[in-house]
Nanobody, 116 residues
Framework: QEQLVESGGGSVQPGGTLTLSCAAAESIFKNTTLAWYHQAPGEQRELLAY???????TYTDSVKGRFTLSRDSAKNMVHLRMNDLKPEDTGTYYC??????????WGQGTQVTVAS
């Protein structure tokens, strides 16, 4: 059983909007902080934002003011709304769950392309 499944990626023009979703296994959703990472082609994976079980999101400076992270407790999902997308936002977006003992659960990723 997959623990984290991302969806919502696609192609969009600069300045456009996309919303990514991550469906989490119930045990992960209820017990872990969930996060989104971005990996640009040829680059390392970087943290964008995370949200704790109480629903408080935290953003890195690179996305603060453009991206909004939210939890849907009824569906065990988190959503990342991405506004004003830029070409440098192109890449693979991963959902992650911070498990006990320093472990991390990863989804398979969803691709986003921002181009004219």
């Amino acid at each position: 059983q997959e623990q984290l499944v991302e969806s919502g990626g696609g192609s969009v023009q600069p300045g456009g909007t996309l919303t990514l979703s991550c469906a989490a296994a119930e045990s992960i959703f209820k017990n872990t902080t969930l996060a989104w990472y971005h990996q640009a082609p040829g680059e390392q994976r970087e943290l964008l934002a995370y949200i704790k079980q109480n629903g408080d999101p935290t953003y890195t400076d690179s996305v603060k003011g453009r991206f909004t992270l939210s939890r849907d407790s009824a569906k065990n999902m988190v959503h990342l709304r991405m506004n004003d997308l830029k070409p440098e936002d192109t890449g693979t977006y991963y959902c992650a769950g911070f498990l006990p003992f320093g472990n991390t659960a990863w989804g398979q990723g969803t691709q986003v392309t921002v181009a004219s």
